[in-house]
């Protein structure tokens, strides 16, 4: 079998964006600039990357951008007040609190404060519970990025065995719902599922989410298989490895994402179309005249 052919975040991300920066100039030309705030409490290294990266794009795309980079030290109710301030801009459409928070921090209630129709990371309760019920909401980037990348390849997910590992809010849980309302079959393992292997082989796709370096080996795959790598680690040489040993992997699979220029770029597209709708749907734009599907 030759080598698995290479499923190009970055490439799908731009041609998302470029759709959305269309969005955001029909948006304007009615009156309202997407406003998205991102929110980063202290110093973490790779959490600055990311904002840096999420602020570019927003900007790009033609938003409206401001990003709140508080010290380390920020107490709760300093923070709670920063997201409760940014609840009440009508200027604002998108929230985005970038975790992890420091330890001392309830990221819990943080989130909770964002206003359900300005969460575009679909992390409050009210999101969460609309996802599982199957009806419209804001959904979390990254799953809703996984099942982009798939469609605009024209991958069929209907009736096809998609296998997560990884069971977490923001990824594992929340894109086995975005599976299921697809007609996919689904299966969540986790770190601490027995013969995770095995679950793999009967997988159509595989999605590592675990945030364990190089999980999953070539020989767990089905020769055809799909495999989207959601895992960001910084390996001992310091460079980024996904969730799945890529060499192997490719060996077997038909279809893979690399890391990085996987599913991470697609997050942040996904950022952008969920603040474009938000911007849409609080200005009363239908979200069809924009390029955005309706929900
Ligand atoms: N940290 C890593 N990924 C994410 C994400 O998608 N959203 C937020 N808020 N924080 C993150």
């Avoid at 992890?100 to 990221?107: E, S, V």
């Avoid at 597209?269 to 390029?291: F, I, K, Q, Y």
Wanted: charged share 20%.
């Amino acid at each position: 079998m030759p080598p698995g052919q290479i499923l190009d975040g970055k490439a799908t991300a731009k041609a998302v964006r470029t759709d959305v920066a269309e969005g955001a100039r029909r948006l304007q030309a009615q009156g309202t600039q997407p406003g998205l705030a991102v929110v980063l409490v202290g110093d973490d290294p790779a959490s600055h990357v990311y904002v840096r990266n999420k602020d570019r794009a927003a900007t790009d795309a033609g938003f409206a951008v401001q990003t709140r980079r508080l010290p380390a030290e920020t107490s709760q109710a300093d923070l709670l007040a920063v997201v409760r301030e940014l609840g009440d801009d009508d200027a604002v459409h998108g929230i985005l609190v970038q975790l992890p928070l420091p330890k001392h921090l309830d990221a819990d209630e943080v989130v909770q404060a964002i206003p359900a129709h300005k969460d575009v990371d679909g992390l409050t309760l009210a999101n969460v519970g609309l996802l599982a019920a199957g009806r419209p909401g804001l959904r979390p980037c990254t799953p809703a990025g996984c099942v982009e990348l798939l469609d605009r390849y024209q991958l069929p997910i209907e009736g096809q065995h998609v296998v997560i590992v990884g069971r977490s809010m923001l990824v594992g849980k929340p894109l086995a719902q975005l599976m299921l309302a697809r007609n996919a079959t689904v299966t969540i393992c986790h770190s601490r599922t027995q013969d995770l292997a095995a679950h793999c082989q009967r997988a159509d796709i595989v999605v590592a989410a675990v945030g364990i370096p190089k999980l999953i080996q070539g020989d767990w795959l089905r020769p055809g298989a799909i495999v989207l790598d959601v895992g960001i680690n910084r390996g001992e040489d310091g460079k980024l490895v996904g969730d799945v040993d890529f060499d192997s992997a490719r060996e077997r699979a038909a279809w893979i994402t690399p890391v990085p220029g996987g599913i991470g770029p697609m997050t942040i597209a996904m950022l952008l179309a969920n603040t474009l709708r938000s911007a849409a749907e609080s200005s009363g734009v239908p979200l069809d005249s924009l390029g955005l599907a309706a929900r």
